[in-house]
């Protein structure tokens, strides 16, 4: 099993900053992509930003130049730096992370619970 925890939301106001951790544990023998995605109440989920790798970073279009994702594979951490946020940047962040459990076997795809971010002054 892999578990995912994320911390980091809360309130903060335009304009603002907010960094946006998540852990994966469990049974982790290598980690593939990992990013992160929003949802809004009555909307569907959608990407944020992912690192398909260690080395590569896509963004959506709505984030770019303000949101920064990074990793630490030690760690098997993935975060989200937001800068310069805004009122439409409200949402309920998730983090995705794909892993193998073994040599050779296969990746799936385990989300974790949630966190409020909310832009508001």
């Known amino acids: 099993q892999v578990q995912l925890v994320e911390s980091g939301g809360g309130l903060v106001q335009p304009g603002g900053s907010l960094g946006l951790s998540c852990v994966a544990s469990?049974?982790?023998?290598?980690?593939?992509?990992m990013g992160w995605f929003r949802q809004a109440p009555g909307k569907e989920r959608e990407l944020v930003a992912t690192m398909p790798s260690a080395f590569n970073t896509n963004y959506a279009d709505s984030v770019k130049g303000r949101f920064t994702i990074s990793r630490d594979n030690a760690k098997k951490t993935v975060y989200l730096q937001m800068n310069s946020v805004k009122p439409e940047d409200t949402d309920v962040y998730y983090c995705?992370?794909?892993?193998?459990?073994?040599?050779?076997?296969?990746?799936?795809?385990?989300w974790g619970q949630g966190t409020q971010v909310t832009v508001s002054s």
């Open positions: 995705n992370v794909r892993s193998s459990s073994y040599i050779g076997g296969p990746y799936y795809s385990y």
């Open positions: 469990g049974s982790i023998f290598s980690i593939g992509a």
